[in-house]
């Protein structure tokens, strides 16, 4: 047991340590070695030399990224220094990363709705002012919460962080932070889906106040064209490339018919459908989605949505497994797209080469995606001695 142990852990190192230099060298932290050689100019498909590893969570606590060895692997770079760290609570709360990995995995066993509830609320929070746990504050005297922010009145899975931060405090009191639950959980209802697993740094704190009218007007609606939905994730940092593979969470979940009823019935008031999608799917979308009296939206995010209080129904993208993010490139190359941001990736010639790619590599997208949620995760974080570590998560300490 104790050797299967070592050997695992060691399969583990060699896929962490391949995830962080190739995350390294994509932003220019190392130097050009020839570990990962540049594939040449005229071939998109030798994109495939750079193949990770994928493998499942583990039943034990993963350390990711080296740590005896961390100083001499990071030699190159240790004049820029890391706000945080691999396996932050190893000493003050050792089995943090483990009782997150457990309850996710029981709560993915029992509810269907984790995995989308957790990528969207990671997003959600990160996007705003950094990943700080901002998201999770309920409305007081003291918090504008950006839960009754418009872009995230449909959020869920707060209860979901609840229960993984009470297990957390049973065990630690006061020692793990908001935010890096929210982060580790995304994490790992990623690879639960079938997604690919990745190491992230911890060590993150949670914000002591919440943006609801930043939330407002820096989240990307879902009726974006691709001008703006680009100018947005470059206001946060994210290239074309990024900015394709992050919109692989689309691959599961439930998308509700108010958010592209639209594109069905009335598209850019035309009383007519979006001639961007395939015929066929909009029949098809008509059986969930009926056609009902609208209530109109500002402007800058028209959609014939109704906002009644009863469950809106929606369309399943069930793309878990080994479909997680490839079919849904597929659908986009074919016009399925259900949101109009979705099928707007191909308005441009630099993000359709990156559906088309990531449609035609699995493991190029499976690595692109690792690696930007990766970044996504370290945005604009909060380290001691700024912020607190929250007893509640939607209340501040």
Known sequence: MAICSRIWNFVIFLLSLYIYLEFAKQHKLVMKEKLFPEPPNNSRDNSSEFRPLTIPPPPFPIRPIFLSAKSQLLEETDHLSHPLDYDFYRHSCPKAER?????????????????????????HDCFVQGCDASVLLDPSDEIDSEKESLPNLTLRGFDLIDII???LEEECPGIVSCADVLVLAARDSVALSGGPFYPVYTGRRDSVAAYSNLARDVLPSPHDNISLLLHTFASRGFDEKETVSLFAAHSIGVIRCKFFKDRLYDFNRSQEPDPSMDPELVPLLRTKCHKRRSVSSPESQPCSCDFSTEEEPGILMNHEGSAFGIQYYHSILQGRGILYTDQQLMAAEATGNWVRAYAADAFLFRRDFALTMMKLSDLRVLTAPTGQIRFSCSKVA
């Open 99 to 123: 009782i997150v990995r457990t309850v996710v995995q029981h709560l993915h066993r029992v509810r269907p709705d984790v995995a989308p509830a957790l990528l969207r609320l990671i997003f």
């Open 165 to 167: 931060k009470s297990k």
